[in-house]
């Protein structure tokens, strides 16, 4: 059976761009090696916060093997892979080279809106067609529709390669009913920055992060003191970040992330349309907040 190895800080990795909207593969680059040096666990690649909707396909091979060679297999990588057409995404699973790749995140489907019944049929065609461990993403914000936590659990039990969720539900009841009624090789992941601490109090694995893009030295090492039950300590670095959370998701995301890393000088505030970046205001906001916790 397998077990999800997915645990601790996982960085939702976003896509740098050039003055011009190119793909900035040197920052990209730059990027990577800054999240393994500052602690992240695991990188998860090519989903929303990545712009993926907005990238070629020969883009995304591009930047696939680009974090596979900088990677060098010194921390898991998660790809994207996912869709509202379930045949379409088991022909893109089955086509695709997974080597250098250590499993699959996959949304549930947006837009067509399906019943419970369908999820759990939308997961079982993928989690038959995959090669690897497969992590369900549910994300009702952007989706229109919640995955109950009876359908996760049915499904944790039912395919031993799906090992775990990313959960964006925003409802802690979810949450622990999810992590109450698992099995033992299936874990939550935290999909939303602000209810962490919360989460991995309650029993979550960790975190598929935006705000680790910007600062993974301290997220990770929240994370990593609630492990170890030192939840005082770990407690005062969510609170550093209290206001940054809701800062970085005001003008939308990556929009607000991107600003941060712009503030560092890691890459350009560019995105590709429809997104555009996150307004001045909240950009100097950020920017203050980040000079007070003296991590400029």
Same mark, same amino acid.
């Given at each position: 059976? +397998?077990?999800?190895?997915?645990?601790?800080?996982? @960085?939702?990795?976003?896509?740098?761009?050039?003055?011009?909207?190119?793909?900035?593969?040197?920052?990209?680059?730059?990027?990577?090696?800054?999240?393994?040096?500052?602690?992240?666990?695991? %990188? *998860?690649?090519? +989903?929303?916060? /990545?712009?993926?909707? *907005?990238?070629?396909?020969?883009?995304?091979?591009?930047?696939?093997?680009?974090?596979?060679? $900088?990677?060098? /297999? #010194? @921390?898991?990588?998660?790809?994207? *892979?996912?869709? =509202?057409?379930? #045949?379409?995404?088991?022909?893109?699973?089955?086509?695709?080279?997974?080597?250098?790749?250590?499993?699959?995140?996959?949304? *549930?489907?947006?837009?067509?809106? &399906?019943?419970?019944?369908?999820?759990?049929?939308?997961?079982?065609?993928?989690?038959?067609?995959?090669?690897?461990?497969?992590?369900?993403?549910? $994300? &009702?914000?952007?989706?229109?529709?919640?995955?109950? !936590?009876?359908?996760?659990? #049915?499904?944790? #039990?039912?395919?031993?390669?799906?090992?775990?969720?990313?959960?964006?539900?925003?409802?802690?009841?979810?949450?622990?009913?999810?992590?109450?009624?698992? &099995?033992? =090789?299936?874990?939550?992941?935290?999909?939303?920055? !602000?209810?962490?601490?919360?989460?991995?109090?309650?029993?979550?694995?960790?975190?598929?992060?935006?705000?680790? =893009?910007?600062?993974?030295?301290?997220?990770?090492?929240?994370?990593? %003191?609630?492990?170890?039950?030192?939840?005082?300590?770990?407690?005062?670095?969510?609170?550093?970040?209290?206001?940054?959370?809701?800062?970085?998701? $005001?003008? /939308?995301?990556?929009?607000?992330?991107?600003?941060?890393?712009?503030?560092?000088?890691?890459?350009?505030? $560019?995105?590709?349309?429809?997104?555009?970046?996150?307004?001045?205001?909240?950009?100097?906001?950020?920017?203050?907040?980040?000079?007070?916790?003296?991590?400029?």
């Amino acid at each position: 059976m +397998a077990q999800n190895i997915f645990r601790g800080l996982g @960085v939702a990795l976003v896509t740098p761009f050039t003055a011009d909207g190119e793909v900035d593969y040197k920052s990209l680059k730059k990027l990577v090696e800054y999240q393994i040096d500052n602690g992240a666990d695991f %990188l *998860c690649i090519l +989903a929303t916060t /990545g712009e993926a909707p *907005c990238l070629t396909n020969e883009e995304k091979d591009k930047i696939t093997e680009l974090v596979k060679e $900088v990677n060098k /297999g #010194r @921390v898991k990588i998660l790809k994207y *892979c996912g869709g =509202n057409n379930t #045949r379409a995404v088991v022909e893109e699973i089955k086509n695709t080279d997974w080597s250098g790749i250590d499993g699959i995140l996959s949304i *549930c489907p947006y837009y067509n809106k &399906p019943s419970q019944e369908g999820l759990y049929q939308h997961f079982k065609a993928i989690s038959e067609a995959s090669p690897l461990p497969i992590v369900l993403y549910n $994300v &009702p914000g952007r989706t229109g529709i919640n995955m109950k !936590a009876e359908t996760t659990v #049915r499904l944790a #039990r039912d395919f031993s390669n799906i090992v775990a969720i990313k959960e964006a539900s925003g409802s802690l009841e979810q949450v622990d009913d999810i992590i109450k009624h698992k &099995p033992d =090789n299936f874990d939550v992941i935290s999909g939303d920055d !602000a209810l962490t601490f919360s989460m991995v109090a309650s029993g979550a694995a960790g975190v598929i992060s935006v705000i680790g =893009n910007a600062l993974p030295k301290q997220f990770s090492r929240m994370i990593r %003191l609630e492990f170890r039950g030192e939840y005082e300590p770990a407690r005062k670095i969510h609170h550093m970040f209290t206001d940054l959370y809701s800062l970085l998701f $005001v003008d /939308g995301n990556p929009a607000g992330c991107k600003a941060l890393l712009n503030d560092m000088g890691m890459i350009e505030n $560019v995105l590709r349309l429809p997104l555009v970046p996150t307004t001045i205001k909240t950009k100097e906001k950020m920017a203050a907040i980040l000079k007070e916790l003296q991590l400029r």
